[in-house]
C-alpha cells in the first residue's frame, strides 16, 4: 500500500471527447507528477505539480492539463481524446528535498481506453 | 525520448536461478531508481542509488552503478515465481525533479 488513490480505476471514453482523472496523494507530500504508460512502454512524464503550481512537463500537447490541490489531491484532464490517449495513467507522490525528486509513490492507475 | 534503457527486454529463468537487467542512461544523474511493475498495476520502489555510491543492497535485491559507463545493473537472488513483473530503471538528473523511465525488462520466473 502506498497510500497513493486513483479513481476511476477504467474508463471508456469516445474520441473528441473529455476526461477527468483523480489522485490522492500521499499525507505530507508536497508533489504529484503525472505519467502515462502505453501498453508494454515505459512511463512517460506528463507533467509535475509541486505546491499547487506545475513544476515541469513533459512533452505533451496543451490539451493535457492538471491542478494540484491544497489537500494534495489532484487532477489529470485531458481534452479533445484521441485513439492515442489509450494508455494507463498513473499518479505518484513524492517529497522533493532540496529540488530533487526521489522516491515515487504510485497509485494503482486508471486505464483510459478512446473509441 | 527515454533516459534509461534496459537490457534485456524480457528475461526467462527457473525459480532459484539468479536474475540480472541492466540499465543505460544518457546524461549525468543525480541518483537512478529501480521500479517493480506487477501486470498492468502501479510500479512499486524497490532501491534508489545515489551517483556517488556504487552498490546497494535491499534484501535479495542488489543493484551497482558505473557512473563513468553510465549504467546500472539490477540482480535478484535466488528468484521466485512470484518475482515475475516488469521491472523500470528510472533517472533524475543533476539538480533534477522528474524520473525518467526507461522501457523496462519483463521477468519470467518459472516454477
Known amino acids: 500500500e502506498t497510500g497513493v488513490t486513483q479513481s476511476p480505476t477504467h474508463l471508456i471514453k469516445t474520441r473528441g471527447q473529455q476526461v477527468t482523472l483523480r489522485c490522492s496523494s500521499q499525507?505530507?507530500?508536497?508533489?504529484v507528477s503525472w505519467y502515462q504508460q502505453a501498453l508494454g512502454q515505459g512511463p512517460q512524464f506528463i507533467f509535475q505539480?509541486?505546491?499547487?503550481?506545475?513544476?515541469g512537463r513533459g512533452n505533451f500537447p496543451p490539451r493535457f492539463s492538471g491542478l494540484q490541490f491544497p489537500n494534495y489531491s489532484s487532477e489529470l484532464n485531458v481534452n479533445a481524446l484521441e485513439l492515442d490517449d489509450s494508455a494507463l495513467y498513473l499518479c505518484?507522490?513524492?517529497?522533493?528535498?532540496?529540488?530533487?525528486?526521489?522516491?515515487?509513490?504510485f497509485g494503482e492507475g486508471s486505464r483510459l481506453t478512446v473509441l | 525520448s527515454q533516459q534509461g534503457e534496459e537490457d534485456p527486454q524480457a528475461l526467462s529463468i527457473q525459480e532459484g536461478e539468479n536474475a540480472t537487467m541492466n540499465c543505460s542512461y544518457k546524461?549525468?544523474?543525480?541518483?537512478l531508481q529501480w521500479y517493480r511493475q506487477n501486470s498492468g498495476r502501479g510500479l512499486v520502489h524497490l532501491i534508489l542509488?545515489?551517483?556517488?555510491?556504487r552498490e546497494k543492497h535491499s534484501g535479495r535485491l542488489r543493484v551497482t552503478l558505473d557512473t563513468s559507463k553510465k549504467s546500472s545493473s539490477l540482480l535478484i537472488t535466488a528468484s521466485r515465481a512470484a518475482d515475475t513483473a516488469s521491472y523500470f530503471c528510472?533517472?533524475?538528473?543533476?539538480?533534477?525533479?522528474?524520473?525518467?523511465f526507461g522501457g523496462g525488462t519483463r521477468v519470467l520466473v518459472k516454477p
Open positions: 505518484a507522490s513524492s517529497i522533493i528535498v532540496n529540488l530533487v525528486a526521489g522516491e515515487l509513490f
Open positions: 499525507s505530507g507530500h508536497n508533489t
Open positions: 505539480y509541486y505546491r499547487e503550481e506545475e513544476n
Open positions: 546524461t549525468s544523474i543525480n541518483n
Open positions: 542509488i545515489r551517483s556517488n555510491e
Open positions: 528510472a533517472t533524475v538528473a543533476a539538480a533534477g525533479n522528474k524520473l525518467t
